[in-house]
Each structure stands twice: as C-alpha cells, then as structure tokens.
Antibody
Framework: QVQLHQSGPGLLKPSQSLSLTCDIS??????????WNWIRRSPSRGLEWLGR?????????DYAVSVRSRTFINADTVKNQFSLQLSSVTPEDTAVYYC??????????WGQGILVTVSS | DIVMTQSPDSLSVSLGERATINCRSS????????????LAWYQQKPGQPPKLLIY???YRASGVPERFSGSGSGTDFTLTISNLQAGDVAVYYC??????????FGQGTKVDIK
C-alpha cells in the first residue's frame, strides 16, 4: 500500500520560501510510469496543480505556468522522498498543500495535507 | 488556459436517490494512451485529502463502489452516484490532464442529503 507523509512549516512571513517534503512508503521515487506531484487548495483558487517530478531514464520536472518562475521540485533518492520549494511567498500562497502520486493521468495516492499560512 | 466548469455548484439528494454531476472542459480533453479520455473524478471530505474515484473518464479506481460511475467524452463528462448513501456527502471534483503536462480541476460540487 502506497503511503505519502508530508512535513514542513505551517507559518511563513511574506517574501520567505516555503519548503515541504513528502516521504514515500510502499513505492519508489524511481517507479516506472509514475510521477510525484504537488497540489494546493485555497478558497480563492480551488485545487491547483503546482508541478511534478518523475524518473524516465533521467529526472524530469514540469511546473504550472502560474508558479513556474518561483517553484522547484526535486527528489531525494536516498531518503525516497520528494520536495517542493516555493520562493517569495505572499498571502495569496496561503493554502493546504498536498503531495500526490500520478498514475494513468490521475492522482491516486495523496498525502495528508499541510496548511501553510503566509502572514506578517 | 483550460477551464473545467462543474454544474451544479451544490446538490441536495435524498438517501437512495441518484446524484448527477456534470463537468465541461473549455478544450477537448486530451486523449490518453489506448485512446482513453484523460479525465478523473475525486471525492473530498472535510479534513481529508481528495480520493480518486474515476480515471480515464469511466474506470473505477480500486475499492470504489459500483454506485459511482463516470461517462462522457470530448468536452462533456458526468459523474453519477446511484443509491446515495450518507457517507457520500462530500465535495466532488473533476480533473483533466493535458499536454504540455498540467492538471486542471473543476471548482467542485458539494453533495449533501436532502
């Protein structure tokens, strides 16, 4: 059974960087035909996909256009986890952040979610 | 940008009755491998992450009851919940996958008991 467990701070000040980690159990960050995604949910924007990383002969990343310039997603192959970094946060980045596994063009396993609040 | 629009925004249904949720894409939904539609449905209950119900428009995810069914193609899709149970009270989202890679979600439909 695949399980994803998220960790990271829940409170940030404007202009700081958000950093979240998703630990994978029951699967490998190298798994074939699978991608590792970050999504957030906020009252104003609903569910919003942020980006993903996956391994297919080499590591690949894709980002949503809306956050591409300040987002970085990477995998830690030793710890079997992947991470999200979002720089220069504003109150608009306040949301519940989720990690999720992508398979068959859907998101089949999700982390528990972390509420991140950006406030001065 | 691709926009996914769900209707209605909320829905009240009696126990044992049928709930129907519609999802319309502003662009034809990408064809996935094997010519399937890249369209999924999720159920989200308060305090929980979304749960995958349907992928490829009409394929039930593992463990999902047969009461949940998906249909549609092109730009118009439907999630049907038959024999509504109290445990089905939740917000339901559609999601499409496009190229260049991006997941786009609908705004959600809240289902409760009449």
């Amino acid at each position: 059974q695949v399980q994803l467990h998220q960790s990271g701070p829940g409170l940030l000040k404007p202009s700081q960087s958000l950093s979240l980690t998703c630990d994978i159990s029951g699967d490998s960050v190298y798994a074939s035909k699978v991608a590792w995604n970050w999504i957030r949910r906020s009252p104003s924007r609903g569910l919003e996909w942020l980006g993903r990383t996956y391994y297919e002969s080499a590591w690949h990343t894709d980002y949503a256009v809306s956050v591409r310039s300040r987002t970085f997603i990477n995998a830690d192959t030793v710890k079997n986890q992947f991470s999200l970094q979002l720089s220069s946060v504003t109150p608009e980045d306040t949301a519940v952040y989720y990690c999720a596994r992508g398979f068959n063009s859907a998101l089949d396993y999700w982390g528990q979610g972390i509420l991140v609040t950006v406030s001065s | 940008d691709i926009v996914m629009t769900q209707s209605p925004d909320s829905l009240s249904v009696s126990l044992g009755e049928r709930a129907t949720i519609n999802c319309r894409s502003s662009h034809i939904v990408t064809s996935c491998p094997n010519n399937k539609n890249c369209l999924a449905w999720y159920q989200q209950k308060p305090g929980q992450p979304p749960k995958l119900l349907i992928y490829w428009a009409s394929y039930r995810a593992s463990g999902v009851p047969e009461r949940f069914s998906g249909s549609g193609s092109g730009t118009d899709f439907t999630l049907t919940i038959s024999n509504l149970q109290a445990g089905d009270v939740a917000v339901y989202y559609c999601q499409q996958y496009s190229n260049p890679p991006e997941f786009t979600f609908g705004q959600g439909t809240k289902v409760d008991i009449k």
